[in-house]
């Protein structure tokens, strides 16, 4: 295989820097973007003067409180974050047409074919970060490796604003010098388990032989040995490569544990006009639905109802959910719902409908046509059910 240049982009403190990139007056300031204002929720995103506090993602809103009490809590506005990540990625591919959205805020470019028409990779590296603070005033962490797994380490080692090489001849002393748990798939369980062979390092890792690893953790053995040697060949996959995913849900947190009928209803219909709304962006089509429901006691009951055909539009998908919702046997109030779509497939085919059926259904598709184009233009809020203009369904 041809050397490769793969760089992994990971934008700083993503949610939190768009928020103040939005609001100038945030610049410099502790700022904490959640999931909502109430206590229940947990810290998304958190400045870097934020972190300064001992403040982490994933914490929960009440203890980031009693850490940074002079802090900025912001209720996350997940539109404004896609929508900024779509237009970064527009930029990434400016560069190379082989862009891989890895998630929100993370892409890997492989710029192995028009490295030299840049002046090299670092000359692309400083060209991204530079458009993206000039056009978004946003700044991103670059790694760049012979691979992925090289790529991602090298983006983490210098956060934030850092612009990394982890070239072959650095292993010894940028890599595998690295604590075994940094290495990526490693989690706290197979770090625990490590740390019990008295493996502390990645180079320690890599010493270790790989029988001895696959006796351990079996296929992953290997995979763990490869990854502790900087070997890793997966290719930087474009979004028309990357396999279909296998279902598209969505959950949601009540505000209230409720036992409210009417607002459970406008909750499910949010959830699955968000279903049904990211099936047909993706150009799919889904035969199974599931309804998750967590009580107030943390009990959660999951039901699936398989239909006859494929389908992609929200009443379709609401009416199923909502047949689920009204046979199971609610012994409490509700904390969570979730719907998911799957057994997915590509571009749904014209489906067999009665006639009367299929007027009804042009019409609806054609209304949900021009429903989808104008949230495109204007935004997912700008058009919604009527059901849901509701503060709680939000
Ligand atoms: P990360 O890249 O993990 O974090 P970050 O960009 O905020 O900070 P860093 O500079 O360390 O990269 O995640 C990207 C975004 O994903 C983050 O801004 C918010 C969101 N996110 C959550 O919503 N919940 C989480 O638990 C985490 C870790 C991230
Ligand atoms: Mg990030």
Known sequence: MKNRI??????????????QAADPSLKGKPV????GLESRTVVAAASY????????????LAIARMKC??????????????????????IFREFSPIVEEYSIDESFLDVTDVADRFGGPV?????IKQRVKEQFHLSCSVGIGPNKLLAKTASDLDKPDGLTVLAWEDLPAKFQTLPVEKLYGVGEETAKKLELLGVHTIGQLANVP???????????????????NGIDNSPVLTEAERPPPKSVGNDYTLQRDTLDDELIRSVLLGLCSKVARRLRKGGHAGRTVTLKIRFSDFTTITRSRTLDTHVDLDKEIFDVALQIYQSLHKHMAVRMLGVSASNLMHT???????????????????????????????????????????KEAG
Not at 10 to 19: K, L, R, Y
Not at 53 to 58: E, K, L, M, N
Not at 210 to 228: Q, R
Request: hydrophobic residues 45%; proline residues 4%.
């Open 348 to 390: 749904p085919p014209e489906r067999q409908r009665s006639l009367f059926d299929y007027s009804f259904w042009k019409k609806y598709k054609r209304v949900i046509q021009s429903v989808d184009k104008a949230r495109d233009k204007f935004g997912e809020r700008s058009i919604m059910w009527g059901a849901l203009i509701r």
């Open 69 to 90: 009490p002079n802090g900025v809590f912001i209720e996350g506005d997940p539109e404004k974050y896609i929508y900024t990540s779509l237009r970064l990625n527009d």
């Open 32 to 35: 904490m973007v959640c999931g």
């Open 123 to 127: 000359e692309i590296a400083k060209k």
């Open 6 to 19: 793969i760089m992994h982009v990971d934008m700083d403190a993503f949610f939190a820097s768009v928020e």
């Open 210 to 228: 790989v029988s001895a690893l696959k006796k351990i953790f079996g296929v992953v053995g290997e995979l763990l040995h490869d990854a502790a």
């Open 49 to 60: 003067e934020a972190r300064k506090f001992g403040v982490r993602a994933a914490m929960p």
